[in-house]
C-alpha cells in the first residue's frame, strides 16, 4: 500500500502562483509514473498534468504553459508549480501515483480569488 499526500493548497489571487506537493511512501518511488487531477463542484475529475517515471511531462491544453509538474526522487516527492492562475482554476487538487495499482491523496484545496 502507498500512502499518497498532498499539500500546498490555499487562496490565492487571480495571477499570483502556487505550488503543490505531493509526497508518496514507498520505496519504489523512481517506478512510478504520477498524475495531478482537479475536480470543481458539480464537475467530474479532470487530469490535469502527469510526469513518467523517465521524467516526460503532459499537460492539459487548459493549463500547458502556465502549470509545470516536476519530480525529485530522492524526496519522494512530485510537484505541481502553478502560474497565472485563474478563477477557473479552482478545485480539490489531487495527485495519482501509478504503478501496477493506482494509489491517490485525499486531495488538496486551491480557491482562486478574482
Known amino acids: 500500500q502507498v500512502q499518497v499526500v498532498e499539500s500546498g493548497g490555499g487562496l490565492v489571487q487571480a495571477g499570483g502562483s502556487l505550488r503543490l506537493s505531493c509526497a508518496a511512501s514507498t520505496t519504489t518511488f523512481s517506478a512510478y509514473g504520477f498524475g495531478w487531477y482537479r475536480q470543481a463542484p458539480g464537475k467530474q475529475r479532470e487530469w490535469v498534468a502527469g510526469?513518467?517515471?523517465?521524467?516526460?511531462?503532459n499537460y492539459a491544453d487548459s493549463v500547458k504553459g502556465r502549470f509545470t509538474i516536476s519530480r525529485d526522487n530522492t524526496k519522494k516527492t512530485v510537484y505541481l508549480q502553478m502560474n497565472s492562475l485563474k478563477p477557473e482554476d479552482t478545485a480539490v487538487y489531487y495527485c495519482s501515483a501509478d504503478l501496477r495499482n493506482t494509489y491517490w491523496g485525499q486531495g488538496t484545496q486551491v480557491t482562486v480569488s478574482s
Open positions: 510526469i513518467s517515471k523517465a521524467g516526460i511531462t
